[in-house]
């Protein structure tokens, strides 16, 4: 007899029998830093695949400006990279992660090295430089701003030299499939060439990356629009920490253009803000001034501009020479060039935009979540490692690291390859809807303006209970539709993941890390000192 899940278990309908159908020993789930590390890892295995909702240059591995943290020089120490994190964190780090993340960190970027990643080098060592949080240089770049791309297409590059792992681009994956024994047994997507399509798998790990799309102002790609996170959720996997949304303080903003990060390490390396009446002002909200958390910055910002009633506030580089400008930050340089601001004599307006989902799915530190066979790691993953704010460049690290632990607990878990796997049928049919369709394009823009005016950088208990009102209403209309587009699919999940983070932010009572309440200003240990665990 066919398994018939509950009624808003799948996005769209399942059927088992009459599907397309894959097989793979290992699933990986996005092919950013962590999935293409995962699947080095898994290597093992006799059969690999790797999908990825758009193409490989689509994540936010592959646009990240920032380096990875590690300690390389003979000046650091892991008790000083580790402290950092832990203050970073505010007390709700899991110090066991912390301390393994920190001290696999100059292996595995030495590894990278190894396998052809370009660092930039001083005397034949990986270069470091200083960004805000850390105590010491620890930050490693390829070619200045494009560490990202250096990376992203080393692993490409080391992944398509491996028989066994087959690279499937422009999937879009709706759904976990999982069994009545709270298995995952594999997924249901949709491949823009041949339709939908069922694939199984013995093992899989969710790579999907972050949720920075689910605000007006973001510095990520329009693919960052938190599907793993759902699609998770609707499976009945826990996840944590969802009010947690790091927003980096300097994306450049021209009002009518897409968002583009400005990397901290420009204020790393001496760069500094000003108003819109030319007054350096982050000495008046911290002491360690352009160099503070970023959460600092951001809300340091966003309190300027309000007090100078301007939409932006402006990083100041005119002292930097230009040629060394050029060299250090050409992305930042040619993005710069584009716009007609001249860095030698302009100032660089920006402005604080949605960068880093801290929260995501549960896992221990085998990157196991509480779906057996099913694993996470990357931005879509709540490994314990950054508590309540990142510090700046560690996520890099943590995808390296826990890509890696993931791929080793696929290959130990050796219980059965795919080929042997028997499941009942699946059916499963969307129930039919008589409300009416709403225009999901011009909800998501509202629901991306929302989330920016209620769940923003700074909260407070009216605006967050509006943004639940208005994000079920739109629910009713959105969430009881079967779609058989992208668009439509991310929608749902966009919609589901924001109630979500209006809930959490809405149960934390307090101000700790990126997340802060204008009406609980104070950390409150004695009651919110842990994590906000969701499950459905």
Not at 164 to 174: L, R, S
Not at 191 to 200: A, L
Request: aromatic share 6%; with cysteine; charged share 25%.
């Amino acid at each position: 007899m066919a398994n018939q899940p509950e009624p808003g278990r799948y996005l769209v309908n399942v059927d088992s029998i009459s599907t397309n159908q894959l097989f793979a020993d290992c699933l990986i789930i996005g092919a950013g830093v962590a999935g293409l590390r995962a699947a080095i890892e898994a290597e093992e295995q006799q059969n690999v695949i790797i999908v990825c909702k758009e193409t490989l240059q689509d994540s936010n591995t592959f646009n990240a400006q920032g380096g990875i943290a590690s300690v390389l020089d003979k000046t650091d120490t892991f008790e000083s990279h580790i402290a950092d994190t832990l203050t970073t964190g505010c007390g709700i780090c899991d110090e066991r992660i912390v301390d393994s993340v920190i001290r696999q960190g100059p292996h595995l970027t030495e590894q990278l090295l190894r396998w052809g990643v370009d660092f930039d080098l001083i005397d034949g060592h990986i270069a470091t430089t200083l960004e805000g949080g850390h105590s010491c240089p620890r930050i490693a770049h390829a070619h200045g701003d494009e560490t990202g791309r250096i990376i992203t297409e080393t692993l490409v590059k080391k992944v398509k030299q491996i028989q066994n792992i087959k690279i499937i681009e422009n999937f879009y994956t709706i759904d976990l499939i999982t069994n009545e024994d709270n298995q995952c047994i594999g997924i249901i997507g949709h491949d823009k060439h041949r339709g939908p399509q069922i694939i199984w798998a013995v093992n899989t790990i969710l790579a999907s990356g972050g949720a920075g799309q689910l605000y007006r102002e973001t510095t990520n790609p329009e693919v960052a629009t938190g599907d793993g996170l759902a699609m998770a959720y609707r499976a009945g996997a826990v996840l944590r920490d969802l009010e947690f949304m790091q927003f980096h303080p300097t994306t450049l903003y021209i009002a009518g253009a897409t968002r583009a990060l400005i990397t901290e390490t420009l204020r790393g390396e001496g760069a500094i803000l000003l108003d819109n009446k030319g007054r350096r002002f982050m000495t008046d909200y911290h002491e360690a001034a352009e160099l503070a958390p970023r959460d600092i910055v951001s809300r340091a910002i966003l309190e300027q501009m309000r007090k100078t009633e301007s939409t932006h506030v402006y990083l100041d580089v005119r002292h930097f020479d230009k040629k060394h400008l050029t060299e250090r930050f050409p992305l930042i340089s040619q993005l710069c060039e584009s716009f007609d601001i001249e860095t030698s004599t302009d100032l660089i307006p920006v402005r604080p935009s949605a960068h880093y989902m801290i929260g995501g799915v549960k896992t221990d530190a085998k990157a196991a979540t509480s779906i057996e066979n099913l694993y996470a790691c990357g931005e879509a993953a709540s490994t314990g490692l950054h508590g309540a704010n990142r510090l700046g460049s560690n996520s890099l690290l943590e995808g390296l690291v826990f890509g890696k632990i993931a791929g080793q607990s696929v290959s130990q878990n050796k219980k059965t390859v795919v080929s042997h796997i028997k499941h009942a049928p699946i059916k499963y049919q969307v129930p039919s809807s008589d409300r009416t369709i709403l225009d999901t394009t011009d909800i998501r823009n509202s629901l991306r303006s929302l989330m920016w005016r209620n769940v923003g950088i700074t909260r407070s208990a009216k605006p967050l209970e509006e943004a639940q009102e208005i994000i079920k209403f739109w629910q009713r209309y959105v969430m009881d539709k079967m779609f058989d587009q992208p668009e439509g699919w991310q929608c749902q999940n966009m919609l589901t993941i924001c109630l979500l983070m209006a809930q959490a932010a809405q149960k934390r009572q307090e101000s700790r890390g990126v997340h802060f309440r204008r009406d609980f200003p104070n950390t409150n240990d004695k009651n919110f000192k842990k994590h906000v665990d969701i499950t459905r």
